[in-house]
C-alpha cells in the first residue's frame, strides 16, 4: 500500500508549500495575479490530488521492496553528496577517481585492479574532453 | 510552401561542421540506444553539455541526431537482450526478443533498421510539410490560447505516461512547484529560495532531469545487479531478411508511419502511444494472430517504424509550437532554451536558416542511422557486453561533469545528489517521472502566459473561457483526465 503513503507525504508537501506561498507578498497594482496566484493554485493541488491518493490508492500490486539495494544503496546515495562537498577542495581528478573508485567498489566488488583503472582512465578522459577540449572549468583543488 | 528556405536548409545541412556533428549525434545516439539500461531522455541529458561551446545550430542538429539515433538504436538492446531502454521501446521486445530467440535476430534487427528509415524518413516529409502552417497557427494565439494550450500538453502527459492518473497529476504539479523556485521576475519576489543565492535563477532543470534519470537509473541498477541475469542473445547470421518477411512487413511499416506520425505529432501521447497503438492494430488486421507474441515479424516492424515516425511527429510541436509533447522533447526543449533559442512560432521567422537546417539535417541523418544499424550493427552489438557493473558507475561519473559543467556549482552537485534519490523512491513508487520534467521545463511559460492573460482581462478569469480555442483546449484538458477512468469503468460494466 505504497500509494497512501505517496498520498500523505503529497498532503503534507502541499501544506508545506501552501505555508511557503502564503508569506510571499500580495499581487502588486497593474499585476493582478501576482507571485502567489500560481504557487497558491499548486498548492491546492497538491493537497487535493495527495488526499485523493491517499483515500482511493491504485490497485495493491507490490512495487518490489523499497531501498531493497540496502546498505550499498545508502553508501551509494551519500557518495553523490560527498562529492558535492570535496570537489571544489580536493579537485576535480582527486575527488572524481575517489568517488568513483569507490562506487566501482559498490558495483563491482572483488576487483580492485580492474576498478582502479577503469576510475582513472574515466577520471582522466572526461578531463581531457571536458578540461582540455570543450574548455569546461574543472576545480584544481590539491593538486593546483 | 517556402521552397527557398527550404533549399537553404539543406545547404545549411550540407556544410562539413553541420554534417560532422550530425554524424556525431546519430552515432552517439546510436550508442545510447544500445547501451542496456540507459534511455534517450538519459542519454540527450547526459550529452547536452556538449553542445555548450557549440553555435546553435549545429548543436541543435547533433542533439535532435542523438534524440533519434537513440530511438533508432533502442531496439537493438530489445531485441538481444528483451531489454528495453525506454518505454517507446517495450513493444518491440515482445517479438522481436522472441524472434530472436528462434534464430531470426538477424531479420529482426534488419527489419526494426529498415522501417525506421522508411517511416522516419516519411516523418521528416510530412514535417517539413506541417511544421510552418501550424506555426504560422500559432502566431494568431494570444496568451489565453497559450495557457491554456500549455496546460493541456502537461496534463495529457500526465494522464497518458501510464499507471496511476493521479500519480501522474502529482508529478506534474510537483514540476511545476520546483519551476516556481528563484526569483520571480515580473515582481523581483524571490520565491522558496530559502536564502541560497544559488537558487536565485530558480532550479536548472538538467540537474533534475539528470538527477530524476541518470542518477536514478544508476541506483535502481544497483539494486537489480544481485538480483539476477537476463539472458543474453547471440547475433549469429546476417543481417538482412528473407523475401517473404519483407512482404509480410511493408505494410506495417507503412500503416506505423502514419499512426506514428499522427500520434507524435498530439502532445502528450508521443512515440509510447504510437507502438501500442501499431501493434494492436497490426495484430488486429493480421491473419495470423496466433503468431504474435512469439516472433511474428509485423510485431516488429510495426512499432518500430511507429515509435520512429512519432518521433519525427513530436518535433512539430516542439518547433512550432515551443510546446514539447513528450519527455524527450521536453528535455530537448530545455537544451534549446540553454543555448539561448526559443522555440516556437517566431522561430521560423527570426531563425529560418535554423530551423530548415536542423529539419533538412534530419534527412541524413536518418540515412546515417540506416547505415549505422544495418551493416555496422555487429559493431554496436559488441558494446552490449560493457557490463552493467561497471558501466552504471560511470553514468553517475557522467551526472557528476554534465550537472557541473551547466554552472561550476556545487550546489548544483548536491541537488543532483537529492534529485537522484528522489528519482529512485519515484521509479520504486511507481511516480511517473516524464511530468515532473515537462512540469519543471513549462512551468515559467505556463505562468508568464497565465499572467499575460491577466493583465489583459484585468485579472478576471472569464477570458479563458471566452476565447473558442482556450475553451476547446481546456474541455480537452478535461477529457484526457477523465476519460480513461470512465471508459474503463464502462468496460467493466459492460463484462459483467
Redesign the interface.
Given at each position: 500500500m505504497?500509494?497512501r503513503?505517496?498520498g500523505a507525504v503529497?498532503v503534507l508537501?502541499g501544506v508545506a508549500?501552501l505555508i511557503?506561498t502564503l508569506r510571499?507578498?500580495e499581487a502588486?497594482l497593474?499585476?493582478?495575479?501576482?507571485?502567489r496566484?500560481?504557487?497558491l493554485i499548486?498548492?491546492w493541488?497538491?493537497i487535493g490530488?495527495?488526499a485523493?491518493?491517499a483515500l482511493?490508492p491504485?490497485p495493491g500490486r507490490p512495487?518490489?521492496r523499497?531501498?531493497?539495494?540496502g546498505w550499498?544503496?545508502t553508501a551509494?546515495?551519500a557518495l553523490?553528496?560527498l562529492?558535492?562537498?570535496i570537489?571544489?577542495p580536493l579537485g576535480y581528478l582527486v575527488a572524481?577517481t575517489i568517488?568513483?573508485m569507490a562506487?566501482?567498489v559498490?558495483?563491482?566488488p572483488g576487483r580492485p585492479v580492474?576498478n582502479g583503472i577503469?576510475a582513472v582512465a574515466?577520471?582522466a578522459v572526461?578531463y581531457g574532453i571536458?578540461h582540455t577540449l570543450?574548455?569546461?572549468?574543472?576545480p584544481k583543488g590539491v593538486l593546483g | 510552401m517556402p521552397i527557398d528556405a527550404i533549399l537553404h536548409g539543406f545547404v545549411v545541412a550540407l556544410e562539413p561542421t553541420n554534417l560532422f556533428f550530425l554524424f556525431l549525434g546519430t552515432l552517439l545516439g546510436t550508442l545510447i540506444g544500445v547501451l542496456p539500461g540507459i534511455g534517450p531522455s538519459t542519454g540527450i541529458a547526459l550529452l547536452i553539455p556538449l553542445g555548450f561551446g557549440l553555435s546553435p545550430t549545429p548543436a541543435l542538429i547533433m542533439m535532435a541526431g542523438v534524440y533519434y539515433g537513440a530511438m533508432y538504436g533502442g531496439s537493438t538492446t530489445s531485441i538481444l537482450l528483451n531489454a528495453p531502454g525506454e518505454a517507446a521501446s517495450v513493444m518491440t521486445s515482445i517479438d522481436g526478443y522472441q524472434m530472436a530467440r528462434k534464430g531470426r535476430p538477424g531479420a529482426a534487427l534488419a527489419i526494426s533498421a529498415i522501417g525506421s528509415f522508411i517511416a522516419g524518413t516519411l516523418g521528416i516529409v510530412a514535417l517539413t510539410f506541417v511544421a510552418l502552417p501550424v506555426a504560422e497557427l500559432a502566431l494568431r494565439f494570444g496568451p489565453a490560447e497559450f495557457c491554456t494550450l500549455i496546460l493541456f500538453a502537461l496534463v495529457a502527459v500526465a494522464s497518458l505516461s501510464g499507471g496511476h492518473v493521479v500519480k501522474g497529476l502529482i508529478a506534474l504539479v510537483l514540476g511545476l512547484a520546483l519551476a516556481t523556485v528563484g526569483i520571480e521576475l515580473q515582481s523581483g519576489v524571490s520565491r522558496f529560495t530559502f536564502g541560497v543565492a544559488e537558487l536565485d535563477d530558480g532550479i536548472d532543470f538538467l540537474v533534475v532531469v539528470i538527477g530524476v534519470f541518470a542518477v536514478a537509473e544508476s541506483l535502481v541498477g544497483l539494486e537489480e545487479l544481485a538480483a539476477g541475469t537476463r539472458e543474453n542473445v547471440r547475433l549469429a547470421g546476417p543481417v538482412w531478411l528473407t523475401m517473404d518477411e519483407w512482404r509480410r512487413s511493408y505494410w506495417p511499416i507503412l500503416r506505423g508511419a502514419v499512426i506514428g506520425f499522427v500520434t507524435g505529432v498530439l502532445p502528450g501521447a508521443g512515440a509510447t502511444v504510437a507502438s501500442v497503438v501499431s501493434y494492436t492494430t497490426e495484430k488486429r488486421l493480421s491473419k495470423r494472430k496466433e503468431e504474435f507474441g512469439h516472433g511474428a515479424i509485423e510485431g516488429v516492424a510495426g512499432p518500430e517504424s511507429a515509435n520512429n515516425a512519432a518521433s519525427m511527429g513530436s518535433m512539430v510541436p516542439l518547433l512550432s509550437l515551443g510546446i514539447p509533447g513528450s519527455n524527450a522533447t521536453a528535455i530537448m526543449l530545455g537544451a534549446l532554451m540553454m543555448y539561448g533559442l526559443q522555440p516556437g512560432p517566431l522561430l521560423f521567422q527570426k531563425q529560418p536558416l535554423l530551423v530548415w537546417g536542423l529539419i533538412a539535417s534530419m534527412y541524413f541523418g536518418n540515412l546515417i542511422l540506416l547505415i549505422l544499424n544495418l551493416p555496422l550493427v555487429k559493431l554496436f552489438v559488441k558494446i552490449i557486453d560493457v557490463p552493467q557493473r561497471i558501466l552504471l558507475p560511470l553514468v553517475i561519473g557522467l551526472s557528476f561533469i554534465g550537472v557541473y559543467s551547466i554552472n561550476s556549482s556545487v550546489v548544483d552537485l548536491a541537488l543532483m545528489a537529492v534529485f537522484g534519490v528522489v528519482g529512485y523512491l519515484m521509479r520504486k513508487l511507481e511516480v511517473p517521472a516524464a511530468p515532473l520534467v515537462m512540469g519543471l521545463v513549462l512551468g515559467k511559460m505556463l505562468e508568464e502566459s497565465m499572467r499575460q492573460a491577466l493583465a489583459i482581462s484585468g485579472g478576471s478569469y472569464a477570458i479563458f473561457v471566452e476565447r473558442p480555442i482556450a475553451v476547446a483546449l481546456l474541455v480537452a484538458a478535461v477529457l484526457v483526465v477523465a476519460a480513461p477512468p470512465i471508459v474503463s469503468r464502462l468496460r467493466r460494466l459492460r463484462a459483467r
Open positions: 505504497h500509494d503513503a505517496v503529497t508537501f508549500f511557503g510571499l507578498p502588486l497593474g499585476d493582478p495575479a501576482g507571485p496566484m500560481l504557487p499548486l498548492s493541488a497538491l490530488l495527495g485523493l491518493l482511493r491504485g512495487a518490489g523499497l531501498w531493497g539495494g550499498r544503496l551509494a546515495s553523490l553528496v562529492y558535492a562537498f570537489l571544489t572524481t568517488v568513483l562506487l566501482l559498490l558495483y563491482n580492474l577503469v574515466f577520471t572526461t571536458f570543450l574548455g569546461v572549468y574543472m | -
